[in-house]
């Protein structure tokens, strides 16, 4: 019986063919490999859905397809002659699947499952620790490597049940979503080995087609029509607009060397030299004025006495990144005010003990994610973005807030999700949950992406006030100082009273100092009685 294949959701409305992993005649079990699509997104492998003999190949490398396009057509259930069992596939398929020798399989018991890296959050990770080794057996969620990607660091769980058979990565390698990690031997219907193509010598049975000739060097810098920006989309890889990232090469201006304008790699490389060796036209040098950021000169410190150098951590080198951004391109304003938190700490005291047999650790807190967020409803403009243009205010109809969480690696900032929409305890119990997790390093992408509004809370180690930084793309941040007990007058007579710093920095180019002074002096107001936050 004859089935088809069909291109699967892609996530993308094309792709691009530019492998084919089997060959007419050839056997394939289920979850063989069959074609390496590559889309503006991502490269993928579309495995097989069903055990049978290849029959008709309908695409071929360059081809675009979308979802649904019929890719092979299957013969299932078909006595197949024995030669075709020792059939590879082509040998620019690194890791491929092939029957076991037999032509008649016997009752599988086991088969090599692939374990592949998730979704990182980030373009790459680097491989910081090996947490399980060849010969290991594993269960289901045990970690089984440490991934450092610019925002974070995570462990990686095992999706299945087993034993470690093979390491594709080492300490040190830089991974991306889809990236093959190891190789684990669990109980299956499917039985298959994993063989390396790349050991057995043998050549592709169909030769891909030969790339067409580069172009020419430019004789001169004058645009043609084929040049010209947004023309229309540039054709490539990932790997190739990462790399015109890195060079900031604008794609649009490069013709593509490859089948059908495809752009590679040697085209960038091509049309930097290019731009290098090109005349430019002088331009009188700028006047140095009193804005300019004057060179630090390198400082020899140990001629001083002993020094040690620490490298800065991936979380470290990031948050500096940013946090330099942030006061580069951001004109903050501070709002400095005192809370009244007499009652509300008499009342978190005698909540305490009732909540901690629930597991629930109630802190001071949780009780100012609470305010925030019914603040937050109040004036949409401190729960908003500013548009890259400049031109308009993205207003956000959800409340995420961010915690800033100290960690021996840095500072990282977890997010409570809908927390207008959580009770006071639910956001104590987030709290402790996400702030465990930030320690141990288990925190994943999605757990910290998505804020809103943020708050870095300082009070549990001191100080009086601070002008915390907006973290881009918010527009505000909350600064909490220490709690101290101050005489206040009331009632013709001064009381000692628990009050609550707070420092409120926000983007001036979004929110003004008159919404900004409201905002704050209602959080004071909510702060001082929270029973505001049921009205």
């Known amino acids: 019986m004859l089935e088809r294949v069909l291109t699967p959701d892609l996530g993308t409305d094309l792709a691009e063919v530019i492998e084919l992993l089997v060959q007419v005649g050839q056997q394939v079990s289920v979850d063989t490999p069959l074609v390496t699509l590559e889309s503006a997104k991502a490269s993928m492998e579309v495995p097989s859905p069903l055990a049978g003999t290849i029959r008709t190949i309908h695409v071929k490398i360059g081809s675009k397809v979308g979802e649904g396009v019929l890719l092979f057509e299957l013969e299932t259930n078909t006595a197949v002659p024995e030669s075709m069992l020792t059939q590879t596939t082509p040998s620019h398929s690194p ?114 087609p030969a790339p067409a000739p580069a172009p020419a060097p430019a004789p001169a810098p004058a645009p043609t029509p084929e040049l010209q920006v947004n023309q229309k989309p540039a054709y490539c890889g990932p790997a190739v607009r990462r790399l015109a990232r890195e060079l900031g090469v604008d794609l649009t201006k490069i013709q593509g060397s490859a089948a059908k304008g495809r752009i590679i790699k040697e085209d960038i490389h091509q049309f930097v030299k290019q731009q290098l060796t090109t005349p430019q036209t002088i331009h009188p040098a700028p006047v140095m004025t009193q804005s300019a950021f004057p060179e630090l000169p390198a400082i020899d410190f140990s001629k001083w006495g002993d020094i040690e150098l620490q490298p800065l951590t991936k979380i470290q080198k990031l948050s500096a990144k940013n946090l330099h951004r942030a006061w580069l391109h951001i004109p903050h304003v501070t709002q400095f005010d005192e809370a009244d938190i007499t009652d509300l700490e008499a009342f978190r005291v005698s909540q305490k003990d009732s909540l901690k047999t629930q597991g629930i650790n109630l802190t001071l807190l949780a009780f100012l994610v609470k305010a925030c967020a019914h603040v937050l409803q109040d004036y949409p403009k401190f729960n908003a973005s500013l548009s890259l243009d400049g031109e308009s205010i993205i207003l956000k109809k959800y409340i995420h807030i961010g915690v800033a969480v100290d960690t021996p ?39 910290m992406q998505g804020a809103t509004f943020s708050i870095s809370s300082l009070g549990g180690i001191g100080g009086t006030a601070f002008t915390p930084i907006v973290n881009w793309p918010e527009v505000a941040i909350l600064g909490v100082s220490k709690s101290t007990l101050k005489p206040i007058w009331q009632d013709e007579r001064f009381e000692p009273r628990l009050m609550l710093p707070l420092a409120l920095s926000y983007d001036h180019r979004v929110i003004d100092g008159a919404d900004g002074a409201r905002f704050i002096t209602r959080l004071s107001q909510i702060l001082t009685d929270i029973r505001r936050v049921l009205l």
Request: glycine share 4%; aromatic share 2%.
């Open 409 to 447: 690696n840095g500072l990282v900032v977890p997010v409570i999700r809908d927390a207008n929409q959580k009770s006071i305890s639910q956001i104590a119990k987030a709290l402790a949950e996400l702030s465990s997790k930030a320690r141990e390093k288990k925190l994943s992408p999605q757990e």
């Open 95 to 208: 890791l491929v699947y092939t029957p076991v020798d037999e032509p008649v399989p016997a009752p599988p018991t086991q088969a090599l499952t692939p374990v592949f890296a998730p979704d990182i959050g980030s373009d790459s990770a680097d491989v910081i620790e090996l947490l399980v080794s060849v010969g290991q057996e594993i269960n289901l969620d045990t970690p089984i490597v440490t991934l450092e990607s610019a925002k974070a660091s995570m462990e990686v769980p095992s999706p299945v049940a087993g034993r470690v058979e093979k390491m594709h990565v080492a300490v040190g390698a830089k991974v991306s979503q889809g990236t093959l990690l190891l190789s684990v031997l669990t109980a299956s219907a499917n039985v298959a080995k994993l063989v390396d193509i790349s050991t057995t010598g043998e050549l592709p049975s169909t030769p891909a």
